[in-house]
């Protein structure tokens, strides 16, 4: 069973880096399969985030990207995000989820998503 | 706003079939059959339904399908039940090499 959680701060001061780290269990990291973040805002919207494979190959939402940095710990069977010089309106709830990118295009498993709030 | 268009609402019967609509663009839904339907319970992991249009992954009921026309793909759940009762939304590829979602539809059994 493919099981993803999320783990962080649940607050970020505005203008520092928001970190998350996403755990993966039940499956090898070093697959076929990219990784990837999605955040959710408090009004329901979605937006992806960035994707990245165990080899490092990454992929960013071009709105983002300047901001954002996708890592991967092949080790750790993990992967990360960091979203610098962060705002109110990064606040989100922040899914990692495993990606279908080979042949297709889908989210098949989700973590449960862990909040952040940017708020001095 | 969501680049993805989809009804905030929707509700019917217990044994009814409802539809949820997702309208996107000629860039998005209208070019790629990457269109994929999660169901979302409050508090826990988004659920995969429906991927590439109309594709169930195992374990999900029959009672879900998927279908795509022109710029609008549509999910349709029949003999509805009232565990059916949460949030959906909608996920295409696009063009640009990136991913939209909609913005969720809830629905309610009567």
């Known amino acids: 069973q493919v099981q993803l959680q999320e783990s962080g701060p649940g607050l970020v001061k505005p203008s520092e880096t928001l970190s998350l780290t996403c755990g993966v269990s039940?499956?090898?990291?070093?697959?076929?399969?990219?990784w990837g973040w999605i955040r959710q805002f408090p009004g329901k919207g979605l937006e992806w985030i960035g994707n990245i494979n165990y080899s490092g190959t990454t992929y960013h939402n071009p709105s983002l990207k300047s901001r954002v940095t996708i890592s991967v710990d092949t080790s750790k069977n993990q992967f990360a995000l960091k979203l610098n010089s962060v705002t109110a309106a990064d606040t989100a709830l922040y899914y990692c989820a495993r990606v279908r990118f080979s042949g297709s295009c889908y989210f098949d498993y989700w973590g449960q998503g862990t909040l952040v709030t940017v708020s001095s | 706003q969501s680049a993805l268009t989809q009804p905030a609402s929707v509700s019917g019967s217990p044994g009814q079939t409802i539809t949820i609509s997702c309208t996107g663009s000629?860039?998005?839904?209208?070019?790629?059959?990457?269109v994929s339907w999660y169901q979302q319970h409050p508090g826990k992991a988004p659920k995969l339904l429906i991927y590439e249009v109309s594709n169930r992954p195992s374990g999900v009921s029959n009672r879900f399908s998927g279908s795509k026309s022109v710029n609008t793909a549509s999910l349709t759940i029949s003999g509805l039940q009232a565990e059916d009762e949460t949030d959906y939304f909608c996920s295409s590829y696009t063009t640009s090499g990136t991913w939209v979602f909609g913005g969720g539809t809830k629905v309610t059994v009567l």
């Open positions: 039940g499956y090898s990291i070093r697959s076929e399969f990219y």
């Open positions: 000629s860039s998005d839904i209208g070019y790629y059959k990457y």
